[in-house]
Every structure is written in C-alpha cells, then in structure tokens.
C-alpha cells in the first residue's frame, strides 16, 4: 500500500508569483484535504477534494484554489504569493470519515 | 467559534513518569475529538480518537464535556514517546470526511 506523497518537498518563491503543490493520494482513498501549517503552530485547514469537486472550505482567501483529478491526486494552486504563504504546506487523504492519512509536506519560502 | 487550546508548548518528564498532555476545545455541538502525533523526521500520524476508546501505545483520552477537555494520558512514559503531540477537533464546513482544527501542539521530552 502506497502512502501519501508530495512534491516538491520544499521551494522557494518571489512574493507575487504563483506556484502549484502536488498530492498524490493513499490506494484507495478518495478524498483529499490540503493544510497550511505556520512555524510554531498547529495545521490549519484550506480545503478539501472530493470525487474532484470541493467540498468544504477554511478561511482562506480565493488565491488559494485546488484541484482533485480522476485518480484522485490532487494541486493546491496560490497566485499572488505573500510573504506570509510561508508555511509547511500537508495534504492528508482519507476513505472513512476523519481518518485522515498525512503526507510529509511540502516547504515553501517565499521571498 | 470552534477552537483547541494546548496550553503547554513543551512537557519534560522523566522515563517512567505519567504523562499528561492538556487539551481543551470550544464548539458547538458533538465533537469529535483526536490525538495526532509527529515522531522526528516522520509525518503527522493519527495516535486516536475519542469514539473509538482504544489504548493505543499505552495513551488513553477520554472526553469530559463538562469541562470541555480532552486530555492524554499515559501512566509510564517511554523515551521513544518523545514527539509532538497535537489535540484536534472535526468541525463544520469541511464536508462529508469533516475538516480537522489543530491545536498549536506539546512537545513531549521524555528523558532517560
């Protein structure tokens, strides 16, 4: 069984530039949630996939968007970067309710 | 609104000592509430949730809704228990598989 991948696992940006974040899902798993987690805290929710539509929302501003695809692998776009995008950013996949399944992050610097 | 408040950032014990890690929550309504836990160099991993009522690794948590807490406990720690432990709740909005709200995080260092 496959666990959940990211790439890249860590870039850096100019502020005002964009930049897509890959996920690739657990075997199995159909839906995906996506995660900004700053230094020092805990994750903090940007969204979630399911059967590639979305289907809840944190409190993220519409420069953050996403994408699920058939395979259900998923992107998490950002246009506009600001400094404070800076973050670990997870995406978690999952079947059963709740029992979500993290990848390992990817680290984006911006500049 | 809904939130998880870990009070402590970091919780030093001795190996062998019982272990408390503190989590208190707002919401309105049913929660559901989890541990997640991150060893060195590994990834966010789920450790348990309150509806299941398992020991896992020796942690217990067990929900009081009157004081709106949900702590983990273990009775005797290990050294290979040192990690970062995160409280989190499932709130609305985040659709049928429920979004997650993440406390700020324990850092439990158990020495030898």
């Known amino acids: 069984e496959t666990g959940v991948t990211q790439s890249p696992t860590h870039l850096i940006k100019t502020r005002g530039q964009q930049v897509t974040l890959r996920c690739s899902s657990q075997?199995?798993?159909?839906?995906v949630s996506w995660y900004q987690q700053a230094l020092g805290q805990g994750p903090q929710f940007i969204f979630q996939y399911y059967r590639e539509e979305e289907n809840g929302r944190g409190n993220f501003p519409p420069r953050f968007s996403g994408l699920q695809f058939p395979n259900y692998s998923s992107e998490l776009n950002v246009n506009a970067l600001e400094l404070d995008d800076s973050a670990l950013y997870l995406c978690?996949?999952?079947?059963?309710?709740?029992?979500?399944?993290f990848g390992p992050g990817t680290r984006l610097t911006v500049t | 609104a809904q939130r998880v408040t870990q009070p402590e950032k970091l919780l030093s014990v001795f190996k062998g000592a019982p272990v408390e890690l503190k989590c208190n929550y707002s919401?309105?309504?049913?929660?559901?509430l989890f541990w997640y836990v991150q060893y060195s160099r590994q990834r966010l991993q789920l450790l348990l949730r309150h509806i299941s009522r398992e020991s896992i690794k020796g942690f217990t948590a067990d929900l009081n809704k009157g004081e709106t807490s949900f702590h983990l406990k273990k009775p005797f720690a290990q050294e290979e228990d040192s990690a970062m432990y995160y409280c989190a709740l499932s709130g609305p909005g985040g659709g049928s598989q429920g979004n997650l709200i993440f406390g700020k995080g324990t850092k439990l260092s158990v020495k030898p």
């Open positions: 978690a996949s999952s079947f059963l309710p709740y029992e979500q399944y």
């Open positions: 075997s199995g798993h159909n839906t």
């Open positions: 919401y309105s309504g049913s929660p559901e």
